[in-house]
C-alpha cells in the first residue's frame, strides 16, 4: 500500500528544488564572469577616446600612453602639456618641433616609419624609448590615424602586455585604414622582443636623419612596380610576399607623394618641381580611388594609372633624368 504524501510536503519539496536550481544556476554564471571578463578584455580595445581642442584623434592608449595627431601650435603642445606628458615621440617623416616642445618641458623623440608596416628593428627602438622615455608619453605621426596609433599598438604589446587581438581592436578604434595592410601586419605579427635587443639600443635622437629624395624615390618606384604587376591580372590583386590588395599598394604610394610634399628638402624647390609633385600627387589619389571604388572597370583604372606614370615621368625628366 502506498503512502499518500501530503500536498503542503510536495510543495516544500517542490520550492526546496527550484531553489537549488537556482543556486546551482548563480554558481555557474559566478564561474563563469571571470572568463566573459577575460575573454571581453582579450579582444576589445583598452583604449579611450579624450575630448581635444588643438590635438586631433587623441586618446589615452594605456596609463601612460596617449596617442594622437602631430602638435601643430603652442596650444596644441600646452594641451599635451596638460595630459602631464614628459615625452613626445613622433613616427612622423617630417621635422618635429623641438624648440617649442622644450618651451613646455617636453622633451622629443623621433622615431619614423612608413605606411608599408614597421621593421622589426624599429619596433625594438619604440619599445625602448617608450620604456626608458619619462613618462608618461604622447606617441603621435601626422593626423594621428594610421602610422601613429600602428606605434601604439607594438608598443603596448612589448610594454603593457597587450594581446594580438586587443592591438587590432585598437587599430580599429583609433580609425586606422585597413588598406594600410602593412601596419595591421606588423601588428598582428608581433613577437616578444629579446632584451638583448632592447639594450644594445643607445640612440634614440629628438630629430632623426630623414629619408632623401633617392630614397623616397626608391620607395615609390617599389610601389609603382607592384601596381605594373597588379595591372597583368586586371587589377585583380598585386603578386608579391604579403599579396596586397592593389589598393593598399596605390594607398601607401599615394602617402608617400604626400608625405614627399611636407618634406623640408621640398620647401626649398622650386614653384615648379613643387606644381609638378602636387600633380602627382593629385593623379595617384585618383588611381587609389578607382581601386577602392569595386564598381570601376580595368579601362578606368588603366587610364589613370598612365597619366600616373606620365606624371611621374615630366617630373624625372627634369628633376631626376
Known amino acids: 500500500m502506498l503512502m499518500k504524501i501530503p500536498t503542503r510536503l510536495c510543495q516544500r519539496g517542490s520550492l526546496l528544488h527550484q531553489t537549488v536550481g537556482r543556486f546551482i544556476v548563480l554558481l555557474l554564471l559566478l564561474n563563469l564572469l571571470p572568463v566573459l571578463g577575460a575573454e571581453s578584455s582579450a579582444t576589445h580595445s583598452p583604449a579611450t577616446s579624450l575630448p581635444a ?7 589615452r592608449a594605456a596609463t601612460n600612453v596617449f596617442s594622437g595627431g602631430s602638435p601643430t601650435s603652442e596650444s596644441a603642445f600646452a594641451e599635451i602639456a596638460s595630459l602631464g606628458v614628459q615625452t613626445l615621440i613622433s613616427v612622423d617623416g617630417s621635422k618635429p618641433d623641438v624648440a617649442t616642445a622644450h618651451k613646455f618641458g617636453l622633451r622629443y623623440i623621433h622615431l619614423p616609419i612608413g605606411y608599408d608596416g614597421i621593421a622589426a628593428a ?8 617608450a620604456k626608458s622615455a619619462a613618462a608618461p608619453i604622447y606617441v ?3 593626423h594621428g590615424l594610421h602610422r601613429g596609433p600602428a606605434a601604439v ?10 594581446t594580438t ?3 587590432l581592436a585598437w587599430l580599429r578604434q583609433a580609425g586606422t585604414s585597413t588598406d594600410y595592410s602593412g601596419l595591421y601586419r606588423s601588428v598582428r605579427e608581433f613577437r616578444a622582443i629579446d632584451p638583448a635587443a632592447l639594450t644594445g639600443i ?3 635622437p629628438e630629430i632623426a636623419r630623414t629619408s632623401s629624395l633617392v630614397e623616397s624615390m626608391v620607395a615609390i618606384d617599389a610601389q609603382f612596380t607592384l601596381l605594373k604587376l597588379s595591372q597583368k591580372s586586371a587589377w585583380s590583386r598585386t603578386p608579391n610576399p604579403h599579396d596586397f590588395a592593389p589598393a593598399g599598394a ?3 604610394l599615394w602617402e608617400h607623394f604626400r608625405e614627399l610634399a611636407r618634406a623640408e628638402d621640398t620647401a626649398t624647390r622650386t614653384d615648379d618641381y613643387r606644381a609638378k609633385l602636387a600633380s602627382t600627387e593629385k593623379h595617384s589619389e585618383q588611381l ?3 581601386l577602392l571604388d569595386p564598381g570601376t572597370d580595368a579601362t578606368a583604372r588603366d587610364e589613370a594609372f598612365l597619366a600616373l606614370g606620365q606624371s611621374c615621368k615630366a617630373c624625372h625628366t627634369k628633376y631626376r633624368d
Not at 53 to 59: A, E, G, P, R, Y
Not at 122 to 129: C, H, N, S, Y
Not at 153 to 162: D, K, M, P, Q, T
Open 202 to 204: 643607445r640612440e634614440l
Open 53 to 59: 581642442k588643438h590635438l586631433s584623434n587623441l586618446f
Open 140 to 142: 603621435h605621426c601626422h
Open 288 to 290: 587609389r580611388a578607382l
Open 153 to 162: 599598438a607594438v608598443i603596448c604589446e612589448a610594454n603593457a602586455a597587450w
Open 165 to 167: 587581438n586587443q592591438a
Open 250 to 252: 596605390a594607398t601607401v
Open 122 to 129: 624599429r619596433i625594438a627602438e619604440l619599445a625602448r624609448a
